[in-house]
């Protein structure tokens, strides 16, 4: 099947994906049919977009921030991404998402694709564990999958315990492997099998395990996990090549914070009736 070359920063439409071929599958970035979602990662599994190689949570987390996090928002507030990827600078930070909230991103040093998010002073060099913003400054902090490669991860969590505002919200979400955390060293140690891209794919400084909730509520954040897409049918998954369960992992000061996003108001839609069933790339409620 032929298909169209896409601009590396494809344009979010918020529209329902573009129809698609005889699967039903499309991208939520790219709007782009799918005939099927491409393997990736250590050890590979399908769910990278072949047209904008947006992966699965990447997906998730733009129709999260879209659909639930920025109804939320109004002109003032300010967000704060830690570690940004090229994928967040393209499409989530560094994009219109979470206007009308003002955007900052940090990370230890510029890297090539913090250059995506313009003028404007919305990147700054600092690390994770110290800050430059004021207590109580955020409204919504993001940190995707960061913690891993922060070595003084506990003073970064406790760097976003100080500056989310009493009623803001984190997503520190990360993945968290059986057993107890270690550090990535420890790690290498006991599965000398494991290559160099299985530590840059999931962090270079610490593996998390389940005791990972304990270093949240150790700085000062309640965490709270949450399904992304509760309710949704088993093909609504599959359309849109995601793992039959998506879930994220927030953390607030106060439960303010979590009712803030998640409790009813702006950002409800209104939920499809039962036993219709809604079309495999229409979002249900998160
Ligand atoms: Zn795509």
């Known amino acids: 099947?032929?298909?169209?070359?896409?601009?590396?920063?494809?344009?979010?439409?918020?529209?329902?994906?573009?129809?698609?071929?005889h699967s039903g599958m499309a991208c939520w970035i790219c709007s782009r049919s799918v005939a099927r979602f491409e393997p990736y990662g250590v050890p590979p599994r399908p769910g990278r977009c072949p047209h904008c190689g947006a992966k699965p949570r990447s997906r998730a987390l733009v129709r999260l921030v879209r659909d639930r996090i920025r109804p939320r928002l109004a002109a003032g507030d300010r967000v704060l991404e830690i570690g940004p990827s090229r994928f967040s600078a393209d499409h989530v930070i560094g994009s219109r998402l979470f206007a009308?909230?003002?955007?900052?991103?940090?990370?230890?040093?510029?890297?090539?694709?913090?250059?995506?998010?313009?003028?404007?002073?919305?990147?700054?060099?600092?690390?994770?564990?110290?800050?430059?913003?004021a207590d109580a400054s955020f409204d919504f902090i993001l940190c995707n999958n960061t913690l891993p490669y922060i070595r003084e991860d506990r003073r970064a969590l406790a760097e976003i315990a100080r500056c989310l505002r009493c009623d803001g919200l984190a997503m520190i979400d990360t993945h968290r492997h059986p057993g107890t955390t270690r550090t990535a060293h420890a790690h290498r140690r006991e599965h000398p099998g494991l290559g160099g891209d299985w530590f840059a794919a999931n962090g270079d400084a610490w593996v998390y395990g389940e005791d990972f909730l304990d270093r949240v509520r150790d700085a000062g954040l309640e965490p709270v996990e949450k399904e992304l897409f509760p309710g949704a049918p088993a093909e609504f998954f599959i359309a849109n090549g995601l793992k039959p369960r998506v879930r994220a992992l927030f953390g607030s000061r106060h439960r303010s914070g979590f009712r803030r996003f998640f409790g009813p108001g702006a950002g409800e839609r209104p939920r499809v009736p039962p036993g219709s069933g809604p079309p495999p790339n229409l979002l249900p409620p998160v």
Not at 103 to 111: F, G, K, L, Y
């Open 1 to 21: 099947m032929d298909r169209p070359d896409v601009p590396a920063r494809s344009r979010i439409t918020g529209a329902p994906a573009a129809p698609a071929g």
């Open 100 to 133: 009308p909230a003002r955007c900052v991103a940090v990370d230890v040093r510029r890297r090539h694709h913090h250059r995506r998010l313009g003028a404007g002073g919305r990147f700054v060099a600092a690390s994770a564990a110290m800050l430059a913003f």
